[in-house]
Structures are given as C-alpha cells and as structure tokens.
C-alpha cells in the first residue's frame, strides 16, 4: 500500500513540475520555426510574372498604366496576404568612364510604405520583344584553315551494339549536334569513299589532315573493299583475320593526325561490308560483317603507336563497376553548350589505364570519371617525340557504354576535348535589356 502512495506522490510532483515548467516557457514564434525564405520566393514570383513575358512588356512599357495596374493586381496574387513588396524597374545603361554600369530607376510599385525590418530580394534581366538574341559557335580551328569533321554513313554496312538506333539516325543526330563547331562536314557515304579517304584522296577538296572521323557503326567499323581488304593489308592470311585492317586504320590516324571517334561498345570489333560478306554473319544474325574480336582493337593500337603488327586476340576491355558517373568537367560543359546526357551510365568495355603506357597514350579528356585502373569514356591523344620535342598525333575517342549509344556523349567529349566557345549576345547592350528588382518583406517584421 506504501508503494503505491509513493508513486502517486511521484506522479502528481512530476506532472505538476512538467505544467509549471510550460507555463513560464517561451516558445519561438510560428515564423521563426518555419520562416519564409523571402528571396526565393521574390525570385519564383519574377519568373512566374515572366512567364508569359508579361512582366517584360511592362519593363519597357513604364507608362501604361492599365497594363501596370494589372501587374499589381498579379503581384497581389501571387504573394501570399502577410507578404509586402517593392517592385522597381531599372534601365540598363552603358558603361561609365570606370566601366561600371549604370542602373537608372524607371518605375517602382509597392504595397506599404516600408518593408518592416525584415526582407530579402531578388532581380531579373527581362528583355525587350522586338531583340533577338543569337549564339554563335566558334568553328574549330578556324583560324588555321579549319578542321574538317567526318562522319560515315556507309550504305553498304551494318551496324552492331546500337540497339534502338539505326546508323541513319545516329548520323543525322550528330550532324546537328556538332556540324555548327566545324569549318567542315563530309558524309562518307560508302565504303570506296572511306578507302579513298585512307588513301589520302579528299571527297570534295576538304581539308584530310587532323580531321575528326566519327565511326557511327557501334562495335563495327566498315571496311572497303579492294586494297584495303587486300591480303597483307587488310586481311591476315596466317589467322584468316581482318585485324590487320584495323592496324591500317591505326597508322592512318597517326599519318593524318585523325581523331578517330567510337561511339559505344569495344571499339574495331567487327568489319563491315555487305558487298563482300553477304553470307557472312557477326554471330548474332546480323550479315554482311565478319567478328574479328579483341585482335581488331589491338590491332589499331599497334598502329597508332606505329608498333610492329603482331596478332593479340587478349580482351583487355572491362567492366569496373554498375555505374559511372560524368566528370566534373563534362557536367560544367553541359551548361556550357546546353547538351544534357544522364549524369549516370553503365559500362562494360572500359579500356585499362595500362594502354596509356604501352602505347604512349595520354588522357586529354575524361567524359567519366576513372574508376579503379579503368577509364569509361575518355578522349585519348598518342604522343611522340621528335628531335626531343614531344606533341600530340593522332588519338581517338573511346565511350565503352553498354549496348545503347548516347550521342550527346561523344558530342559533349568532343566539344570538351577541343574546346570552341560560343559567342553570345550581350543583355547588357543599351536599350535591350532592363533590371527588375523584387523586394519582399513580412507584415510586422520579426
């Protein structure tokens, strides 16, 4: 009986404390608690405003009344009723004599007197209706006659590895993609142009030399027929294999400084041509191509390092791990040029960071991050040495991607690789452009 007196006591004095103790607390106010962000908010209004460039319209229409009597009604709207605000247009003007810019108040509405001791704002460029803003794109190596970018389109060759795409459509996608950014655009459109080409012969008197030559085949590449299929220079009589065409690819990349661009999947892996393989099959139903494997990309190495031919039939692709992830770099630029790739992808013919060293090999561009001992994507340049004078010649660009190509990767690399700026209009320019600044503050402060 005493125990169960003692917990009552102990009850009744800590339920009397616990009533005592909230009684004299202070509790912070709602808006403390949950405050509103106010420049947030004045932001998210301006674009709102803006959406049907309406507020544009009344920027540089400060004295119609009636369409600024409907902004304040707008203004109204969209702020919720504790909200106060000031909104107050600005005229752009040139630069003063210490490069300053100068900023003279137009017009200004409000919905009180003063903004109480608590507010935050945000502004907004709007521009004028009858302005068109243009962009326009630095053409690579322009100031140096130019450099030609190749893309082929072989009607006479399959591709493999693209799965959702055909060759036809990857071609017209990286045609609009990075045509602006070159002097010149050739479509190789068969296999004799592409040995034309190999053997130093232009297509319409465009510059051969350090051109880019994107292979849209996937895991193929296609291959001429004649000379370049010839035994002894594209065709491997001692190991009935065509990885000696590809070896030719390579020394013709270093010979003309080419940057030889694979889009997806284990570069070089098969050859392609359905004139001379028309009972040939890569394994998989797709004829008029022939598997050559790991040999062909080896192959090219040798070629590009201008190595001896040795057959090598060793994979040295590899999948490091589920997910890679873009490169600081190549998500900067995707701003930049407005191209917008998954930030993730999978991979399973990553290249070794070995090469770099057995075929003189440097990473100019990392498209992904590396992982481990193994680079996903990255743009790759051969160096040598002359006389004790290093540069770059020759390279290509490697995307080991799983199976479905991303256009807008191999663009972005490229594009990183090189670097052209693109030339924009400028909002500052007298009279195109004007200044809305937002003010919001809360009804009583704080």
Known sequence: MMRTVEVLIVIILITGTFITSSYFAVLP???????????????????????NYDLSRAAFDVSNESLWACLHVALSASLPPNVLYNLTIYEVDNY????????????????????????????SLVA?????????????????????LYILNCSDANSWWTTGYTSGSLVSDLYKLLSPFFVTTVFVQNTTQLGQLLNGTTLSGEKLQNAVVINPFGEAVPIPGGYY?????????LQSSYALYCYTLGQKVLQYNWTWVSIVGYP???????AKFPNEQNGWGIYGMKQVGPA???????????????FSSNSITGSPTDVMYLSSQTIDNCNYYGIYPAPYQTANRALPTSILSTYHL?????????????????????????????????????????????????????????????????????????????????????
């Not at 004028?128 to 030609?148: A, L, M, Y």
């Not at 690399?413 to 090189?418: A, E, F, I, K």
């Open 29 to 51: 106010w709602p808006r403390q608690v949950s405050p509103v962000n106010l420049r947030r908010l004045a932001l998210t209004t301006l674009q709102i405003l803006d959406s």
């Open 96 to 123: 003063d004599q210490t490069g300053v810019t100068l900023y003279n108040s137009l017009k200004s509405i409000s919905n009180a007197e003063n903004l109480g001791v608590t507010s935050d704002v945000s502004s």
């Open 128 to 148: 004028s209706s009858n302005v068109t803003f243009s962009v326009t794109p630095e053409k690579i190596g322009e100031r140096s006659d130019g450099v030609t």
């Open 229 to 237: 299929s010839s035994v002894g220079v594209g065709y491997d009589p």
């Open 268 to 274: 070089l892996y098969y050859v392609g041509n359905t």
């Open 296 to 310: 062909a990309f080896n192959a090219f190495l040798q070629g590009l390092d201008n190595q001896t031919y040795t």
């Open 362 to 446: 440097n990473v100019t561009t990392k498209i992904f991050d590396t992982i481990g001992n193994w680079n996903p994507g990255a743009v790759y340049r051969h160096e040598v040495t002359v006389n004790g004078t290093k540069f770059f010649q020759g390279g290509f660009l490697a995307l080991g991607l799983t199976r479905t190509p991303d256009i807008r990767l191999t663009a972005l690399g490229l594009l990183s690789d090189y670097k052209p700026r693109k030339y924009a209009a400028d909002y500052t320019d007298y009279g195109t452009s004007r200044l809305v600044v937002l003010q919001l503050g809360l009804v009583g402060g704080v």
